[in-house]
């Protein structure tokens, strides 16, 4: 006879139905999946035939037909083991009870019945959620990831039998709804403002930054501590939201790289991909187009260290995603849009060799390699990148010095501060932070009185900046006045956003 | 416009596959180079016997009215005055020299050539921001004191000296490479800026010679004949300075240089020179006095009350942000808009990272 159960697939970073059609006939025997199945669910047949048995249940020997309706878009993944399975029994009359259709099954089956965890669930319950479906059956080791979405049942099971037995008489108690805003470990980073010794220049330099959403990049020696000041920097931005952390963890989920424990991903994102990284593996690719790095450090941070190391190509390539903060991915079998809105941190060292410009080091490199090694960033890229900032490298006895610095904590309330007050600026245009402002924003918030202009003008001669830094001056000079809770952009506010660039461009 | 015997020079420095030595050969052989367009038997004689019939061929064919006009019209186009070791206008400085260039191809106001005080400054490109504030200093004290400035055209200290000096109009910029190039340079906004402002820049190699690496010590030789004195502000053992102060030696022009601490870079044909009897140059004065040169008046800079904290700080050698945070108890974000108006100022500048020194500047 003829059996329907609803499963879910995923596509780009939503999930839609798909009707698990199933027809268990006399005939020849014969096992036939359609419905443009790609490989890892044509072998779901094997998969599926194992675990029933291996279960204590019977597989039909009959003419089975399956349809993965809506039979024209192509379905990948292990997700349907579960409803296959499900589908093949109701058809077979194993008693299965109506209410199987009740329930959206997900999850891939292993040989001995037991279900095993899928990648992306969490982008599939949100979409079944906004279809209007109430159940889900999922494998156990995806519970997390499902127990922060409210109003909806989820049953987290471990074999095919459970599932069964669930459905059959509704044993099991669905997973317990965990309030997002109620978790603590929103802020459980490993570092912290107060372990970075000295630098106080770099600390309010990435104040600035993080309030208004900043590109920045840091100058400096080999082992200035360019890093764990860049490590710091997840630590002030403002928490997630719980809208913040779903769009990331889903990236995460449907990239695989979700930890099962973690079920929500409620701390910045930090990435640093290596610098031998390609640029698909940064931007997002691959036939089935997944993500990229970007769109895994959305809402967080994405580190380049030794940014001139990484190709040129890889480098260009993020001048849209710095823009659009978003990217679409588009491939021949799939085009798909990923938000990638992350700040861009990045460490170069003055020169190849690490010491030009560093007091009582001698630079051994000549000055058509320095200008190489700087020219691999170009000025479109620079444009994006509102502060260049030089970080020294740290005397022995500021390492041990006990002296307490500002923690982590004390800087994110006037970062989050700042952050409001942009956002209430920002209300009516499409944006959210300073960094984000084109001209027109420029011109309408950032007015500068004469003696601001006068000042920047002297600064533009005095100290060859170049024309394309004024945009960058200015705003970062708008953030540096809402930190000082201040309305319009004072002269003080302009010679200190003129303080944080370096001789890049 | 130019005269019979400059026509010849210039006739003569136009073939650039020619060596120096054989167009000076060329030159030699007759009593008035003029002579050359009359009778030009002896120069064909000189070049089948020293070179090859190929030579001697293209030289016999290019001695036409024809290839002469288009020559100069070709020089007319591109801007170009000539200026022959025959002319008036050639610096009396340069004459002197065992090697003076037969023609020097400028663009520009060329009665620079001969001004009364000419003083070169030159330098290494890598050289600390200390030093090019301090250049930029000198140059713009030096023009004032209506003195010439000599000086290439490389990033550095040559750059910061055309910078102190160019809106004066009194900067002679001499070029390695024939005029087609000099757009090319990657410092080429300042060798429009120093014509824009009525300089001079100028280079022994016709318009179409391009750039080669060994060009350089051999333009050197012009920075040191032109000038009555040369500032070297850097330089490391191989630096091209080097041969603009040798040069300058074998010409008997003073010498000045910059002293260098024990672990600065980039000093150590300054040190060399100084323990050789080159003049320890520390402030414009030192300059001025042996020179001749006119003194300037500083005057006394006003500071507002924070900025002269943060300012004595510097001046005493509380140099790194954070240091000066210590001893002023003022708060980072105080601290940056006051240091960045003291750099404007030109009171201070970075010696590298977020270290602060003061600069020539009283």
Redesign the interface.
């Known amino acids: 006879m003829l059996a329907k159960v609803k499963s879910y697939a995923l596509f780009g970073l939503s999930g839609f139905p798909v009707d698990v059609e199933v027809d268990v006939s006399s005939g020849l025997v014969k096992f036939e999946i359609v419905g443009l199945p790609d490989a890892s669910v044509k072998e779901s047949k094997e998969r599926v035939n194992s675990a029933i048995k291996n279960s204590g249940r019977k597989f039909p020997n009959s003419k089975i037909t399956i349809n993965l309706a809506p039979a024209d878009v192509k379905k990948q993944g292990a997700y349907l083991d579960l409803a296959i399975a499900i589908g093949i029994l109701k058809a077979s009359l194993a008693g299965i009870p109506d209410t199987a259709k009740d329930y959206v099954l997900i999850g891939e089956l292993s040989l001995d019945g037991s279900l095993r965890p899928v990648s992306g669930i969490l982008p599939i319950i949100i979409s079944a959620k906004k279809d209007g479906y109430k159940k889900f059956i999922i494998p156990y080791e995806n519970k997390n990831e499902a127990s922060f979405i409210e109003g909806i049942e989820v049953y987290a099971l471990k074999s095919l039998n459970e599932a069964i037995s669930q459905i059959t008489e509704n044993k099991f108690l669905p997973v317990e709804y965990i309030d997002y805003n109620a978790t603590s470990d929103k802020n459980s980073y490993s570092s912290d403002l107060k372990y970075v010794r000295?630098?106080?220049?770099a600390?309010?330099a990435l104040e600035v930054a993080v309030a208004g959403g900043h590109n920045i990049t840091f100058v400096?020696p080999p082992g200035a501590g360019k890093t764990m000041l860049a490590k710091c920097i997840p630590t002030i931005m403002p928490d997630l939201t719980f809208d913040e952390a779903l769009e990331t963890t889903k990236i995460h989920s449907v990239s695989g790289t979700l930890k099962r424990e973690d079920g929500i991903i409620s701390t910045r994102p930090f990435m640093t991909p290596h610098h031998t990284a390609s640029a698909v593996s940064i931007i997002g690719g691959g036939q089935n187009a997944m993500p990229g790095i970007i769109s895994l450090a959305h809402n967080g941070v994405m580190y380049l260290d030794e940014m001139p190391e990484y190709p040129r190509s890889v480098l260009e390539c993020l001048r849209q995603p710095l823009e659009d903060r978003v990217i679409t991915v588009t491939r021949t079998k799939a085009s798909v849009e990923y938000p990638a809105s992350f700040m861009l941190v990045g460490s170069l060292n003055p020169c190849p060799c690490g010491n030009?410009?560093?007091?009582?080091?001698?630079?051994k490199c000549s000055?058509a390699s320095i200008r190489k090694y700087r020219a691999k960033i170009s000025g479109p890229l620079l444009d994006r990148i509102d502060l260049q900032i030089?970080?020294?490298?740290v005397e022995y006895n500021?390492l041990v010095s006990t002296a307490e610095e500002e923690s982590s904590a004390t800087v994110k309330k006037r970062v989050e501060f700042a952050r409001k007050v942009q956002c209430e600026r920002f209300k009516k245009d499409k944006i959210k932070i300073n960094a984000e402002m084109g001209e027109k924003q420029i011109k309408e918030y950032c007015a500068l009185d004469s003696e601001c202009e006068s000042?920047l003008k002297?600064?533009f001669e005095?100290?060859d900046l170049s024309a394309r830094a004024r945009s960058r001056i200015i705003k970062v000079a708008r953030t540096?006045a809402d930190?000082?809770m201040s309305e319009n952009i004072k002269?003080?506010?302009i010679?200190?956003a003129?303080?944080y660039r370096s001789n890049l461009d | 416009m130019y005269n019979l015997k400059e026509k010849a020079i210039i006739f003569i420095d136009g073939f650039i596959n020619l060596e120096y030595k054989h167009k000076r050969a060329i030159i030699n052989i007759y009593e008035d180079i003029e002579d050359l367009f009359d009778n030009p038997k002896p120069a064909y004689n000189y070049l089948k016997e020293n070179l090859n019939d190929n030579a001697c061929n293209i030289f016999k064919l290019s001695l036409n009215n024809d290839y002469i006009n288009a020559l100069f019209t070709k020089y007319q186009e591109r801007g170009i005055t000539i200026v022959t070791e025959e002319s008036d206008s050639y610096p009396s400085r340069l004459l002197e020299l065992d090697f003076n260039p037969l023609c020097l191809y400028a663009k520009g106001d060329i009665s620079l050539l001969n001004s009364k005080n000419t003083f070169a400054i030159v330098g290494s490109r890598k050289t600390s921001k200390v030093v090019l504030s301090a250049v930029e200093d000198f140059s713009s004290k030096l023009v004032n004191a209506n003195v010439t400035i000599v000086t290439g055209i490389a990033q550095g200290a040559d750059l910061s000296a055309i910078k102190g000096g160019a809106s004066s109009g009194k900067v002679i910029s001499v070029m390695a490479s024939g005029s087609d190039y000099w757009d090319l340079d990657p410092n080429r906004d300042y060798v429009n800026k120093i014509i824009e402002k009525g300089g001079l820049v100028i280079s022994e190699y016709s318009p179409e010679v391009p750039p080669r690496a060994y060009f350089y010590p051999i333009r050197n030789r012009i920075i040191a004949g032109l000038c009555d004195g040369v500032l070297i502000a850097s330089g490391d053992s191989k630096s091209g300075a080097r041969h603009t102060a040798n040069y300058a030696l074998d010409y008997g022009k003073e010498i000045f240089a910059f002293p260098y601490g024990l672990k600065d870079s980039g000093g150590e044909l300054c040190n060399s020179l100084i323990k050789d009897g080159a003049r320890l140059t520390e402030t414009y004065e030192d300059i001025s006095e042996v020179m001749g040169y006119s003194a300037q008046q500083e005057s006394e800079i006003q500071l507002p009350k924070e900025e002269k904290l943060v300012y004595e700080c510097i001046v005493n050698g509380i140099n790194l942000v954070d240091d000066i945070i210590v001893k002023t108890n003022l708060k980072i974000f105080e601290i940056m808009p006051i240091i960045t108006m003291l750099e404007i100022k030109g009171l201070i500048v970075s010696s590298g990272g977020n270290e602060y020194v003061k600069t020539a500047k009283k």
């Not at chain 1, 030089?390 to 490298?393: G, I, P, R, Y």
């Open positions: 000295g630098q106080a220049f600390r309010r400096g030009y410009g560093v007091k009582g080091k001698v630079c000055l030089n970080v020294d490298s500021d000042i002297s600064a005095r100290l540096i930190l000082d002269p003080s506010h010679l200190e003129v303080g």
